[in-house]
């Protein structure tokens, strides 16, 4: 069954194929935020899809954990990215929640430490890869390094022009050694975060998601989405592409990457290990104890 | 509400008090493996009791993790023990995967690499500690210092013998630094292994999952009850418990350690931070974005 599946999508790209960004210069705002690629329903069938999905992909994760465990040497690499409120702690919860969380290794990169600071910006990133059979979350990433570095002038614009071209050599390397990277843009619009900030004043027990800055940042809002438009072009590769989630709806990103990783999963097609050992001899000694 | 329930549990102690292994000599051989302590249903109850618990546990791990990020200096750290096939696996796909896995901090302790030997054996222990705000689970622990290591003769008498107080000492600092300890034996019968260990053997999906040497260490089951009675006698403190949760029963096992957990994020009681920023402002400064 898994192999039809995979036969259909070969055959129309699935989602993946849906919302992977081509080659060439990138324009974000032709992409429209509140838009369902791939899903026609209303958000209470989104919701119930996202629920169906459950069981599946956490048998393939069961699967590629157990690979993992014989010798397999491959991982998956889930890279969120996008503006302040954008979901990607919301895809972690109910998207990664509905997987084994022994299988999963998520990293949430806040401002770099001083110990980190005096390190490539990459040494960081590189702790956090995941190991054989792990699929990996990164809650943003070595992006934010030509992303906020790049608007806010963190460093020197030689210093973040060099970096597309290092994140390049990274991910490369990283897809070599057997990593499969997707990287999201959660993509919302600034009225939607308006909205959402808005949320997060009204509602007490949301007060310790606020913080001040995000106001401060929203002022920089196509200076990032210049940086994002340049993150993406520049860093969009045949062996780490960019995907652009549609994000506005919060149950469409939510079933939307899940589904990517679903395909992602099934595209990798782990199988069960075969027994290392000799299966009528271990029946033989266990019944003997 | 929380404060009722609160009350309710001191009363009656909870499961944490009936589950708690009181101090003196232990005999795990008087505790029955298949019993099912503080729930009266059925397997079927059981499993929706379990579910039932999802949206409220992960309602307060949000609040713990919310205090964490907000200068709160708390987190839990719930200790899996038990011999092969005992479900510390079971435990965490079922109960950990009701939370929220950006709150928890997941280590599944394995043989010791080399590089670890060349270090105290509560040296790996100390990285894996869950930060402020966390739930940290450990899949085996620094105990297995003082079972496979006294069983099968790892170190010398010596060595594993000081290690309880070392450990004692270990876990009073953690529980002093915030760390709230639980500590589980997943108790089953050598009987109820062995079926389980056929169900490995059986079914060509869990052959991964099957250890030859798992039939070898049968052979030191009594050893291992030896080594787990001193373990919880002389670890078994004021400030990091036993606790001992019948296993042979899934639905129970998993059920009774999410209740522990549940029981102890109320009596941590954390609430929702308040707002370290004036509200009223930041929804002008937002209204004029």
Request: aromatic share 8%; charged share 30%.
């Amino acid at each position: 069954m898994a192999k039809q599946k995979k036969g259909q999508k070969a055959e129309d790209g699935g989602l993946l194929g849906q919302l992977r960004m081509p080659s060439g210069p990138v324009d974000l705002t032709k992409y429209d935020t509140r838009a369902t690629p791939g899903f026609a329903g209303s958000k209470d069938d989104g919701k119930a899809a996202m629920e169906g999905l459950g069981a599946e992909v956490s048998d393939w994760q069961e699967r590629l954990f157990a690979e993992g465990r014989k010798g397999g040497q491959r991982s998956i690499l889930l890279v969120l990215q996008g503006m302040d409120t954008s979901g990607k702690g919301g895809v972690i919860r109910h998207g990664a929640g509905l997987m084994d969380p022994q299988g999963l290794k998520i990293t949430s990169f806040k401002a770099p430490t001083p110990a980190e600071k005096r390190r490539g910006f990459l040494w960081r990133i590189r702790q956090a890869v995941p190991s054989h059979g792990l699929i990996g979350i990164f809650d943003r990433s070595h992006y934010e390094d030509v992303l906020i570095a790049r608007v806010r002038n963190l460093v020197a614009p030689s210093v973040w022009d060099k970096r597309y071209d290092q994140i390049n050599e990274f991910e490369a390397e990283l897809a070599d050694s057997g990593v499969t990277i997707l990287k999201c843009y959660l993509h919302i619009s600034a009225d939607e975060q308006k909205v959402r900030l808005q949320e997060r004043l009204d509602n007490p027990t949301k007060h310790w998601k606020y913080n001040p800055g995000d106001v401060d940042e929203r002022e920089f809002w196509p200076d990032y989405m210049d940086a994002y438009h340049a993150a993406i072009e520049r860093c969009g590769t045949e062996k780490a592409p960019w995907y652009v989630v549609p994000s506005d709806r919060k149950w469409y990103r939510n079933w939307a990457i899940t589904t990517m990783l679903l395909e992602t999963l099934k595209s990798l097609d782990p199988q069960w290990p075969e027994a290392d050992f000799d299966v009528a001899t271990e029946k033989k000694r266990l019944a003997a104890t």
